[in-house]
């Protein structure tokens, strides 16, 4: 058994496996509340429970992808500022979806764009410190009884159950929460006894700071009846102290709203993961949020939650060990919130290697055998494919030594995982031979640009200021910005078992610097929501990022610097590449490429995708920087259509049918727009 994966004693049937790109469309299920699905619909964010980003839908193909045209835009500028992540789901004619840094859950009519209701959270203390206010990702869905209801986790870390008509909250969920302006009913306080099990005296002010501080981006995902609830925490390169709360797991009834389980993602005495947190920070530290969008497998009655790294990022002498359940994918028990397994994707993670997109989950054929996948994208580049009933790697996954610290008081892990299939997508480490290659001067230009950086493979870890190098920092990649991030959405075809995924180059080299030149103690700021959270202040802390800078206006790295990769899950074979949109014109008019073929560089940005039947869809930018909509062959990667969009797409795309007409809908800055063919 490799360390990084530890199994249930109770082995999961391989049985019957859920149609995805189909069942795992019903939001619900099972004796709590039953589902419904509607054919053509996009009830969760990430298109089904399966996390696939795939809808059957064919009315727009490549022979009219180009006729596309704006049939409606939504403009949320007037709930206040921007929400930058969301992205609505379709539910009985509605889209529904949350804007501003409110958070306001905002229905409109799916043909019109027209607003019809919305609801937005009174004000408190837990909403202003909220460091995520303006990342939400959406809302979840439920048919309960009948009645459509949509579950929203607001910024200051309450669950709210709306009826998906009209916006009231619904009555006999939940209870009385003792704020003014909230309802008699229809809310779960999230950190209250039935939840993380915090007491405290006031509900707008929540847990002292002292304690930590919790929130959320992605919506809570409904399965079974059971409304699952992640979380959110303070960016871990902003920390300068090490206590805080951990992200735990809930999970709530659907119907009822009552409390039916927590998970610990930061084991205590007894529980699996104990031993792998040394020096007693189990007690005092956390994190381990799981801010990414759940996936689940209601046949199996499993859900799976990607994990974030445990505070702080870039350092962690104070927490020695593996860390677990840090920047992990686990699969619970959606009924009783029991660990299945588990897999460590990164060992006393440092270089903030969260978990940054949904598990996707498919069925796919193994050497002849149908098996029921788990494929998770990361910043590492790593697809890591796991058989997501028993957590059994697909394909080896081997422990091979990583460099050390030379950060006193730093203890690395001495390995760490790496799949041994599907290939890295893309660039991992940095050497001479990933520099930019246009000429021999630009790269003997970015070669002297680096001397000043230690630079070495991946899990090359981040140098102190004055390190015993003499270099200014480390230059590790990828970075927290590299390989697959946020705004960079997988999406995987059932017909073929094919997963497309989008990643970038990326490379960062954050100094450290001693805690106290960052964070004085005491009281940081009469402003309490600029006060740190924690007491103690960490001896190493994340200081100013330090970069070899552009080469001649070019990034010093290879191309491409951004793309898209098809990979096939029943080989785990590389198909093709293609450039995420179109070569900058700063790169093609650049003096150096003169006379030479377009290099197709990709845009150096993320991409959002969806498949259909005919096509992989995803949003770029042209030569001059203007949004633009792709459609690709889905076998080849050829370009098959695009359509110049109004604003540029910010996270995901979705697409729904509606009076007979397929949309397809871009989330924007400041709202978003629908495309659909002409009349």
């Known amino acids: 058994m490799s360390r990084a994966v530890s199994y249930s004693t109770r082995m999961l ?38 996390g696939q980003r795939y809808s059957s839908l064919d009315q727009i193909n490549p022979s009219n992808f180009a006729q596309l045209e704006v049939a409606w835009q939504y403009d949320a500028s007037h709930l206040g500022s921007v929400n930058a992540r969301s992205i609505p789901i379709y539910v009985d004619g509605m889209l529904i979806n949350v804007h501003s840094e409110y958070r306001t859950v905002v229905a409109t009519d799916a043909g019109t764009g027209e607003e019809l209701w919305t609801y937005t959270e009174p004000e408190t203390f837990r909403w202003a410190y909220s460091m995520r206010k303006n990342h939400g990702k959406g809302v979840a869905y439920a048919n309960i009884d009948g009645r459509d209801v949509v579950f929203l986790i607001s910024p200051a870390f309450f669950l709210h159950a709306l009826d998906a008509h009209t916006g009231e909250h619904i009555e006999g969920f939940g209870g009385a929460v003792d704020i003014e302006g909230f309802p008699d009913t229809g809310v779960v ?32 995902l409904v399965v079974n009846g059971v409304v699952v609830v992640g979380n959110s925490a303070e960016q871990g390169y902003n920390q300068t102290r090490p206590e805080n709360i951990p992200g735990d797991i809930l999970g709530y009834d659907a119907r009822t709203g009552d409390h039916l389980w927590k ?120 697809l890591y494919v796991l058989n997501r009933a028993t957590g059994e790697p697909i394909w080896p996954i081997e422990e091979r030594p990583v460099p050390q610290s030379l950060v006193p008081g730093e203890h690395l892990a001495p390995t760490q995982p790496f799949p041994t299939k599907p290939a890295a997508y893309d660039m991992q480490g940095l050497t001479v031979d990933d520099l930019i290659d246009f000429t021999p001067e630009l790269r003997q230009m970015a070669i002297e640009a680096l001397e000043e ?137 650049h003096p150096a490429l003169q006379g030479q073929p377009d290099p197709r560089t990709g845009n150096g940005r993320q991409a959002a995708l969806f498949t259909t039947p005919s096509m992989l869809v995803y949003a770029g930018t042209n030569s001059d920087n203007d949004p633009v909509l792709f459609a690709v062959d889905k076998m080849t990667g050829e370009e098959v259509g695009r359509v110049t969009m109004p604003d540029r797409n910010r996270y995901g795309l979705m697409t729904y049918m509606h009076g007979g007409k397929q949309y397809i809908v871009v989330n924007a800055n400041g709202g978003n727009f629908a495309l659909a063919l002409p009349d």
């Open 13 to 50: 049937a391989l049985g019957a496996f859920a149609l995805f790109a189909g069942a795992c469309g019903d939001a619900t299920g099972g004796d709590r509340a039953e589902g419904v699905h509607v054919d053509g619909d996009w009830a969760v964010i990430t298109g089904n429970l399966a």
């Open 189 to 220: 306080d999230l950190l209250g006894p039935d939840g993380l099990g915090y007491d405290y005296e006031d509900a707008a002010e929540g847990i002292p700071l002292e304690v930590g501080y919790i929130t959320s981006s992605s919506p809570a």
């Open 263 to 382: 998970f610990n993602v930061l084991p205590g005495p007894g529980e699996v993961g104990h031993e792998t947190w040394e020096n007693d920070a189990w007690e005092w530290t956390g994190d381990i949020s799981s801010w990414a969008p759940l996936s689940a497998d209601p046949e199996l009655g499993l859900v799976y939650v990607p994990t974030n790294g445990a505070t702080q990022d870039y350092y962690g002498g104070f927490r020695p060990g593996d860390n677990l359940f840090s920047t992990s994918l686990i699969a619970l028990d959606v009924e009783t919130g029991e660990r299945a397994w588990h897999y460590q994707l990164v060992h006393h993670d440092i270089w903030n290697y969260d978990t940054p997109q949904v598990p996707v989950l498919a069925d796919v054929m193994i050497d002849g055998v149908q098996t029921p996948i788990i494929a998770q994208a990361t910043k590492q580049a790593f």
């Open 453 to 589: 950086f230690q630079i070495g493979p991946l899990f090359l870890p981040p140098l102190h200021r004055d390190n015993d190098l003499g270099k200014t920092a480390a230059l590790w990649c990828p970075a927290d910005v590299g390989g697959t991030n946020i705004d960079g959405t997988p999406a995987y075809d059932p017909e073929t078992g094919i997963i497309y995924v989008p990643s970038q180059k990326g490379c960062s080299a954050r100094i450290l610097i001693p805690g106290p030149e960052k964070d004085p103690g005491g009281i940081v700021s009469d402003d309490r929501t600029q006060q740190p959270t924690g007491t103690r202040i960490t001896e190493w802390v994340p200081g100013p990022s330090a970069s070899p800078g552009r080469i001649d206006g070019l990034a010093f790295w290879k191309a491409p610097y951004s793309k898209i990769t098809a990979i096939d899950l029943n080989t785990g074979e590389h198909l093709w590449w293609i450039p995420i949109g179109d070569t900058p014109r700063n790169v093609l008019e």
